[in-house]
DNA sequence: ACTTGCATGTAAATCGTTACATGATTAC
DNA sequence: GTAATCATGTAACGATTTACATGCAAGT
């Protein structure tokens, strides 16, 4: 558990949004932070229950009865997660797929970049217009901007909205130069 | 090895650069797409054992005497290759440590938030410029166009620039917007 | 002599995904 | 009644990282 984010991102979400469950965390995730965060069940449930053996989170009292099982954060928990908050942003390799194709591309046939491309950009189009949406339906929402992540939370949402705008982009004038130059030749 | 991009990527850079060994391919790795593809020498190593014993690489004669070990792909390597040229750019589940710490934001110190957007911000800023400068160097270069993975590597090429860019862009707004937003609350 | 770069690998650990298994509750 | 959603977990697997280990060759 020396680098696993998926800890950290238990205990913040977890101290952020107050008693809540794996399957609450998991749905939020899924819900609202999944253009830039995602986490699933396999892994969430072992955090959770090492977190707990660790003294970082504890059962909340609030599931009487039910199967549900609530946790909270602890004082040392919320001390473990400040000393990541203020620590370095790691370096993450990066990995992209469509690149990595993409600069195979003298080995595919001109159709199937393309069709590549075009997929790209309709998957990319899709996130594109569902973040505008949440982004409209939060900024200046008088009961969104009482919430103490409420700027924070805008800025996320604009790096989702303005990397998608530059990939859309890019998209476009990738098929436009890749059409010309396979044309001119 | 069922869904091991590594093992289409030494496919790929093989094909298209002839002979290579494990640290050939690493090293271009490093230095020539390391802002969208990265390797490691722990899993080149294995991978590249399998894929001869699989059959879809085999050594070249090149080495003769040397401890090197350079592989060309075969005809049953090529034939997976395309298939996965073909195939289905993979859903990849973002994490980004950044906005997960930025999301939390409003547990950190101001100065804290804005010493990590500072570092992030020249963190790119140096990818950019190197960036950048590849381009510059490789763009209507007369040996580099001979190639016909040119308008390939270009694309790329700008797509790192293109997301630097956005990405630069939103460090400065979002610094400004936080600072404005804090002082003015 | 010594450091840097070339060169190949193994072992351990870990992180994370996928598939599997189970069962309660709620809505239609 | 039955489908969807809520809810928790385990097991197996696979991919990747990190650390370790070795040794040659070339330049300074």
């Keep these: 558990m020396k680098n696993s984010k998926t800890k950290y991102a238990v205990l913040g979400v977890i101290s952020l ?4 469950s794996g399957y609450d965390i998991k749905m939020f995730c899924d819900k609202a932070i999944s253009f830039f965060w995602n986490e699933n069940f396999g892994h969430l449930y072992p955090v959770l229950a090492q ?3 660790n003294g970082l989170i504890c059962r909340s009292d609030l599931e009487e009865g039910t199967r549900k099982k609530s946790y909270v954060i602890t004082e040392k928990g919320r001390i473990e997660l400040e000393e990541w908050l203020v620590g370095p942003v790691e370096y993450q390799p990066e990995r992209s797929e ?3 194709k993409l600069s195979f591309g003298n080995q595919m046939q ?3 970049i393309i069709s590549m491309l075009e997929a790209t950009k309709a998957r990319n189009q899709l996130k594109f217009d569902r973040l505008n949406n949440i982004y409209d339906q939060y900024i ?3 009961e969104a901007m009482k919430k103490p992540q409420y700027p924070y939370w805008i800025v996320t949402l604009r790096y989702g909205i303005t990397s998608l705008e530059a990939s859309l982009k890019w998209c476009d ?3 436009e130069f890749l059409n010309k130059y396979n044309g001119g030749k």
Tied chains: 1, 2.
């Design 17 to 20: 949004l107050g008693p809540m």
């Design 98 to 100: 469509l690149l990595l």
């Design 110 to 112: 001109g159709k199937d």
């Design 173 to 175: 004038d990738t098929i």
């Design 51 to 53: 977190l707990e053996s």
């Design 140 to 142: 200046n929402n008088d």
